[in-house]
């Protein structure tokens, strides 16, 4: 990580992909409370502040205005994984600080919250960039980390207080040290790293988790000589972690949260439907309310570069590790009983799995420089930046419905034109009460918008490709072009 931040700077275009995202992300932090999710999340974080306990308070001290609450012996606990909560605390403990010292949690503290949120989402951009460059040269690279940047659920999810750009951060940097070694560019000793970062997103969000299975196979058939064991030593750091967060929590290490959730009868195991998910997963995809290609349609193109791409410039096993990313996370969510994903603008669920489809585009780039490649590619872009940012600008939390309810028309397009832009420096300055107080919101999303695509552009994804084909010679089997000068020396042979 550390070395990370020292080579940021280097490159222009890394240090791109982490600034502008990071800085659109900032300016648009929600800054209020205005979902479930602050009492069981920073209400955590409030007891450890006030009562050094990991408890959020009994029936008699807590209104209970959380979906994601678990009750034990009394008391109040997060539903969701602690790890969220652990890791921004002292983003949360300085909020409390600005404060006044005291315990609010919908001050800095929550604004706070959100800024980490918005930094982790921006390295799991920058990281995506480094990975795509292992496929494609530095520009198509740039490209497909915005597209996950602007393109995605994330852009809105980057703004309030969920924990997939968390999550997100850890797991891209997982599966960045384990193709890096795997491509030759790094030590077996970075695996350990890998296993360490892998588990630390599974201690944020559970289904981060199953990556170790399509990992450890990827590295078992790759042959690489006692990579599992060090992958699994440091994995283990995210369990164990869980384990002694539950026994001391709830005496039983095998006792998890979610299993405690108020209001919910059955084991965990019970929570989950292969049958449903068949219907799910057509909602993930489809749907108006959920549905992935209608939020962002770029990902159809990613789908198609990634199933294209293993046999080209993606090497077969890459593409299928990067596939089972993406079906674990489709698959297990839509079994999932609470498969949509509460009050959410967008599939906010499928977040931890589109790097897997936003890398393809890269190689896609590079495979394919031809004038309608570009105009596809823009246009995607352009469409799927649009319905994000306005559910970023407007309300990360869209109308609740049916599969068939298009949050975009119902909810977040008219209050984007009506100027109710749901950021912390609109609500702080009061100028939502203001008579102007449409310009701000349209202007600032026209600014926003507009330099996103700007540097798209730049980086040529547009009618004028002009860069050559570009051959990777790390990769086996992928420098099969030869030199102007060995073809010549072949001829005089």
């Known amino acids: ?74 008391n109040f606990y997060s539903a969701i994984s602690p790890g969220f909560a652990i890791l921004s605390f002292p983003f ?25 949120v918005a930094v982790c989402s921006a390295v799991a951009v920058t990281v995506v960039y480094e990975t795509a460059k292992l496929y494609a040269s530095e520009k198509p690279s740039l490209v497909a980390a915005l597209a996950l940047a602007f393109a995605t659920p994330l852009w809105p999810a980057s703004t309030v207080l969920f924990i997939h750009g968390v999550s997100l951060m850890f797991s891209t940097l997982s599966f960045y040290f384990v193709l890096r070694c795997a491509h030759g560019k790094g030590s077996s000793t970075s695996l350990v790293a890998a296993g360490v970062f892998l588990g630390l997103a599974g201690f944020v969000e559970y289904v981060a988790l199953l990556f170790v299975i399509p990992i450890a196979l990827y590295l078992a058939v790759r042959r690489f000589p006692r990579a599992v064991p060090k992958l699994l030593v440091g994995f283990s750091v995210g369990p164990a972690a869980q384990l002694t967060y539950n026994y001391v929590a709830f005496q039983n290490p095998l006792l998890f949260p979610e299993a405690l959730k108020t209001g919910v009868a059955g084991s965990l195991l019970s929570r989950f439907d292969l049958y449903d998910a068949v219907t799910h997963v057509a909602y993930y995809l489809v749907s108006p309310y959920r549905g992935l290609f209608l939020f962002s349609p770029i990902a159809v193109l990613g789908i198609f570069a990634l199933l294209r791409l293993g046999r080209g410039r993606i090497p077969g096993w890459d593409a299928l590790l990067l596939g089972s990313v993406f079906v674990i996370t489709l698959v297990t969510y839509s079994s999932w009983a609470d498969w949509d994903g509460g009050l959410f603008y967008g599939p906010r669920f499928l977040i931890l799995g589109l790097p897997a489809l936003m890398i393809p585009l890269a190689a ?3 495979e394919w420089p031809t004038k309608s490649m570009g105009i596809t590619m823009f246009s995607l872009f352009v469409a799927s930046s649009f319905i994000e940012g306005v559910g970023a600008l407007s309300t990360a939390f869209g109308v609740a419905g049916g599969p068939w309810t298009l949050q975009l028309v119902d909810l977040n397009l008219p209050w984007l034109l009506q100027g109710r832009l749901d950021a912390w420096w609109i609500s702080m300055g009061g100028l939502q009460t203001s008579s102007l107080a449409a310009l701000p919101p349209v202007a600032t999303f026209a600014v926003l918008w507009i330099t996103a695509t700007m540097v798209v552009l730049r980086a040529r994804i547009s009618f004028h490709l002009d860069w050559p084909r570009t051959i990777v010679p790390e990769l086996p089997g992928l420098g099969k072009t030869k030199t102007t000068a060995a073809a010549k020396q072949e001829t005089k042979t």
């Open 1 to 74: 990580m550390l070395s990370f931040i020292g080579r940021l700077g280097r490159d222009r275009y890394r240090l791109l992909a982490f600034c502008l995202p990071l800085a659109v992300y900032l300016i648009g932090l929600n800054g209020k409370w205005s979902s479930d999710y602050p009492t069981s999340i920073l209400g955590m974080q409030y007891a450890m502040w006030a009562r050094h306990s990991l408890s959020l308070g009994t029936s008699g001290t807590l209104v209970v205005q959380s979906a994601d609450l678990s009750g034990f012996a009394g």
């Open 92 to 116: 949360a403990a300085l909020g409390f600080v600005l404060d006044g010292n005291t315990l609010n949690l919908w001050g800095w503290s929550l604004i706070l919250d959100e800024a980490f």
């Open 364 to 366: 896609a780039v590079d």
